[in-house]
């Protein structure tokens, strides 16, 4: 049985290793990470596909820097249109073509078990864009809703892990790269150690 984990960058990368787990990189942004997710998925063909990186917090959140969860909801926070009024999200717009609720997604694979707590995402392209919606949504990050449009396509088993390095304020702050990669990596290890079970009886 395989579990395997995708990372954006190679730092991210070279924090976790696992004797039991394959490890991938995926690139930087939505474009890369959901071409490397499609190839993986089809060539690949795992049991449990895990994307892991570090996030920025936003405002409100219960999270702080140095912690780490795993991501229930992503969405595609700057896709949208300016106005006069300022920006829509397309996420919040019900097109009259087909009336359905656009680029949203929810993981159908978390549940109270899991020995993480859960949090909530924003995907971006442009890190700390001020226009960006975030009520209600704990992180920010660059992959995760390519990443879970194709699992769920393709009808992948996956998991998200998010470490928070930074707050999301466009005021001078401390990314703590150091931190979050030590996070990131004992929390991808208590992830796998929960996992490996369930896995090995499918």
């Known amino acids: ?12 990368f070279q924090c976790f290793d696992h004797p039991q787990v394959e490890k ?16 993986i998925i089809q060539q690949q063909r795992p049991d449990v596909l895990i994307m892991a ?18 991501v229930a909801s992503e969405r595609e926070a700057d896709l949208g249109f300016f106005d006069r009024q300022g920006f829509t999200q ?38 700390l864009a001020p226009f960006v919606s975030h009520d209600g949504v704990d992180l920010e990050n660059m992959e ?26 466009l005021e001078p702050h401390v990314w703590d790269f150091d931190a979050s990669l030590r996070t990131l990596a004992a929390g991808l290890h208590r992830l796998v150690e929960h996992l490996l079970p369930s896995v090995a009886r499918a």
């Not at 992948?156 to 304020?169: C, D, G, L, M």
């Open 24 to 39: 991938a990189l995926c690139g930087v942004g939505p474009i890369e990470a959901a071409y490397r997710t499609t190839r």
């Open 144 to 169: 995760g809703a390519a990443f879970f449009h194709v699992c769920l396509a393709e009808g992948q088993r996956f998991y998200e892990i998010r470490a928070v390095s930074n707050p999301v304020t």
């Open 1 to 12: 049985m395989k579990i395997t984990v995708l990372f954006p960058t190679q730092t991210e």
């Open 90 to 127: 397309l996420a919040d717009v019900e097109l009259a073509m087909d009336f359905e609720r656009h680029r949203s997604y929810d993981s159908p694979w978390l549940d109270e078990t899991l020995p993480l707590p859960q949090a909530s995402s924003n995907t971006v392209s442009a890190a």
């Open 53 to 70: 990186g570090i996030a920025g917090v936003y405002p409100g959140s219960s999270l702080r820097v140095g912690d780490v969860a795993l």
